[in-house]
């Protein structure tokens, strides 16, 4: 068990797939007003709050264009979780803890 969890994750995305992206996009940028921080072609990812994101996806292929270390989990639950860390020098960086 892990003795302090705040620092477990810095940053985390909770990520959707869609089969209409542009719609997705126009929504939460436009609508809503939620800051793009990424735009990857197929994906986009939308800051709400300091250090969380929502992320909108095409579909669910892994690729290396998208510049990312991750690795796949299997929860308790029998849930796939996807753990990821962004390598694009553009992503935020976290925020410093209090």
């Known amino acids: 068990m892990c003795q302090d ?5 810095e940053q985390a ?3 959707f797939y869609t089969s209409d992206l542009e ?3 126009q ?6 007003g939620l800051s793009e921080v990424l735009d990857q072609g197929t994906s986009k990812i939308y800051r709400i709050s300091q250090d969380g994101f ?3 996806c095409e ?7 998208y510049n990312i270390y991750h690795a796949f989990l299997r ?5 796939l979780v996807e753990i990821q860390r ?6 935020p960086k976290p925020s410093t803890s209090p």
């Open 59 to 65: 579909h669910q292929e892994t690729s290396p264009t």
């Open 86 to 91: 962004f390598e694009d020098p553009s992503w």
């Open 54 to 56: 929502i992320g909108f």
């Open 23 to 25: 719609t997705r996009a």
């Open 13 to 15: 995305v909770t990520f």
């Open 5 to 9: 969890a705040t620092h477990l994750l």
């Open 75 to 79: 929860g308790p639950s029998g849930y």
């Open 27 to 32: 929504f939460w940028g436009e609508t809503i």
